[in-house]
């Protein structure tokens, strides 16, 4: 009768030979976890030397996977080839697989891609993610510590590590921004700014003035403004907000099908002097963009923020982002009244949580938010 196969995961007995002076070679017989056995050697300058090296070799083998693509010799770079195509292949937002991928290559790759997880601890990942925040700011350090959590949540569940590094770290936390930074737009300030504009040619010939004043109305994302088409604009006085611009690499701007969120996805009715604005537009509109390009094609939003940023550059309302305008139009329809639930259905907040604790300082078709925003009317065009 045959011997009997070693049980999976484990070896036989652990021979030594002297092969050179001071160099010693341990060797034994190891069964995969394909059920296959394999030779395993190390070696070590004594013979103590070299079964220890064996003997840690084959403790991390027991953690390799069935499939043998994770163990704990494996570097991260490839664990996170493996994560990526995970996400990929997932239902994930197209603009969330975009920005993690492109989080990887442009932060994480060189920091620790070739690093094997065995080398990494809580203080080297927290070191990394510190250097982050400094270099590239807080933005970049919390999605480094999202995309890392999750590549090297793979490996855990790989059995390649025992426990996730990342969920040790402490949440990361910003820099104090400058006023500038923190520029915030009130009812006034709106005033000044509508005007600062108008006067401004660049600012006309951008088309930022119809921009600001329908930001300011609709309290919507940059991305969801640009991909309204005129399809989505209801002459009785409703909106349909049902995607936003997005650029994907080598393909270049698209309007991805759904928002930020489910609760993105929302009828309005805006104030009527907003709706006057898309009228006008619309009886002078070439193609089917509310907001088109100079060409007549999607707009970028970053190039918008871009045009944005250098027509209020130097002035009180510089640093200024548009999402600005989301922190007017929630204080306003606070202030006139509307529940917590209204407004943030008005905005397209899937928590009314985020609503509260961050915008006031769900799908609201009714009248209410317009009336609100009632006050917010820019007053005549610069083009009438």
């Known amino acids: 009768m045959g011997r009997p196969p070693l049980p999976i995961g484990t070896y036989g007995k652990i021979k030594v030979y002297q092969v050179g002076a001071r160099r010693f070679r341990a060797?034994?017989?190891?069964?995969?976890?394909?059920?296959?056995?394999?030779?395993?050697?190390?070696?070590?300058?004594?013979?103590?030397?070299?079964?220890?090296?064996?003997?840690?070799?084959?403790?991390d083998r027991g953690r390799e996977t069935a499939d043998g693509e994770i163990t704990a010799d494996t570097r991260v770079a490839a664990v996170a080839e493996l994560w990526l195509r995970d996400l990929d292949e997932s239902s994930r937002a197209l603009r969330t697989k975009i920005t993690y991928r492109e989080n990887w290559e442009r932060h994480l790759r060189a920091a620790v891609g070739?690093?094997?997880?065995?080398d990494l601890r809580v203080s080297s990942v927290d070191r990394v993610i510190r250097e982050l925040r400094e270099r590239s700011g807080?933005?970049?350090?919390?999605?480094?510590?999202?995309?890392?959590?999750?590549?090297?949540g793979l490996a855990v569940r790989h059995d390649a590590l025992d426990a996730n590094p990342v969920r040790e770290l402490t949440p990361v936390r910003g820099r104090r921004r400058s006023k500038?930074?923190?520029?915030?737009?009130?009812?006034?300030?709106?005033i000044g700014l509508r005007a600062h504009l108008r006067a401004s040619p660049a600012a006309v010939r951008h088309d930022l003035v119809d921009i600001v004043d329908v930001l300011s109305g609709l309290g919507c994302r940059i991305g969801e403004?640009?991909?309204?088409?005129?399809?989505?604009?209801?002459?009785?006085?409703?909106?349909?907000?049902?995607?936003?611009?997005?650029?994907?690499?080598?393909?270049?701007?698209?309007?991805?099908?759904?928002?930020?969120?489910?609760?993105?996805?929302?009828?309005?009715?805006?104030?009527?002097?907003?709706?006057?604005?898309l009228v006008r537009r619309y009886a002078a509109a070439h193609g089917?963009?509310?907001?088109?390009?100079?060409?007549?094609?999607?707009r970028d939003p970053e190039n918008t923020r871009t045009r944005l940023?250098?027509?209020?550059?130097?002035?009180?309302?510089?640093?200024?982002?548009?999402?600005?305008?989301?922190?007017?139009?929630a204080t306003r329809l606070d202030a006139a009244g509307l529940s917590a639930r209204e407004i943030a259905d008005y905005l397209?907040?899937?928590?009314?949580?985020?609503?509260?604790?961050?915008?006031?300082s769900r799908k609201a078709n009714g009248a209410n938010a317009a009336a609100a925003l009632a006050i917010l009317d820019p007053g005549p065009s610069v083009t009438e």
Do not use: C
Request: aromatic share 6%; net charge positive.
């Open 348 to 360: 397209g907040h899937e928590r009314i949580s985020m609503t509260q604790d961050v915008y006031m």
């Open 180 to 190: 500038k930074e923190a520029a915030t737009l009130t009812e006034d300030s709106l």
């Open 27 to 59: 060797r034994t017989r190891y069964r995969d976890y394909d059920g296959v056995t394999r030779p395993v050697e190390r070696v070590g300058t004594s013979a103590t030397g070299a079964t220890n090296n064996l003997r840690a070799a084959l403790r």
């Open 309 to 329: 940023r250098e027509a209020i550059a130097g002035t009180e309302w510089e640093g200024l982002h548009p999402h600005a305008f989301r922190h007017l139009v």
């Open 114 to 118: 070739q690093l094997r997880l065995r």
């Open 288 to 298: 089917e963009w509310v907001f088109p390009s100079t060409r007549g094609t999607l």
């Open 138 to 152: 807080n933005g970049t350090a919390i999605h480094s510590k999202v995309v890392l959590s999750g590549i090297l």
């Open 225 to 277: 403004l640009l991909a309204l088409d005129w399809t989505k604009v209801d002459a009785a006085g409703s909106l349909s907000i049902e995607g936003t611009v997005i650029r994907v690499p080598a393909q270049g701007l698209i309007v991805q099908a759904h928002t930020k969120s489910a609760a993105g996805m929302r009828t309005i009715t805006p104030p009527a002097w907003l709706m006057e604005i």
